[in-house]
Nanobody, 119 residues
Framework: QVQLAESGGGLVQPGGSLRLSCAAS????????MGWYRQAPGKQRELVAF???????NYADSVKGRFTISRDNAKNTVYLQMNSLKFEDTAVYSC?????????????WGQGTQVTVSS
C-alpha cells in the first residue's frame, strides 16, 4: 500500500518559515519524481516545486528564491523549505510521487497539510 504522509504545516506570520516533509512508503522512492502542489480556497491546484529522481529542480515563479525542494532517498522523504512566507502562500500543500515506466504512469498523492500565513 502506497502512502505519502505530509507534515510540518501550520500557522506562521508573514516573513516566517516552515519546512514541510512528505514521507513515502510502499514505493521505490528513489526512482520517483516528487512534487509539492498547493491549492488555495477557490483556486486551482498549482505546482509549487518539483524534484526529479536525479535531483533536478523546478519552481513556480511565485516561490523562486523563497522555497527550496530537496529529497533524502535514504529516508524516503521529500522536503519543502519555505522562507519569507507571504499571505498568498496560504493553501493546502500536497506532495505527489510520479513515475513513468513500461507499465505506464504511476501517480500518488498525499492528504495534504494546511499552511496558513497570517498576522
Amino acid at each position: 500500500q502506497v502512502q505519502l504522509a505530509e507534515s510540518g504545516g501550520g500557522l506562521v506570520q508573514p516573513g516566517g518559515s516552515l519546512r514541510l516533509s512528505c514521507a513515502a512508503s510502499g514505493i521505490i522512492f528513489s526512482i520517483y519524481d516528487m512534487g509539492w502542489y498547493r491549492q488555495a480556497p477557490g483556486k486551482q491546484r498549482e505546482l509549487v516545486a518539483f524534484i526529479t529522481s536525479g535531483g533536478s529542480t523546478n519552481y513556480a515563479d511565485s516561490v523562486k528564491g523563497r522555497f527550496t525542494i530537496s529529497r533524502d532517498n535514504a529516508k524516503n522523504t521529500v522536503y519543502l523549505q519555505m522562507n519569507s512566507l507571504k499571505f498568498e502562500d496560504t493553501a493546502v500543500y500536497s506532495c505527489n510521487a510520479e513515475y513513468y515506466g513500461l507499465g505506464g504512469k504511476k501517480d500518488y498523492w498525499g492528504q495534504g497539510t494546511q499552511v496558513t500565513v497570517s498576522s
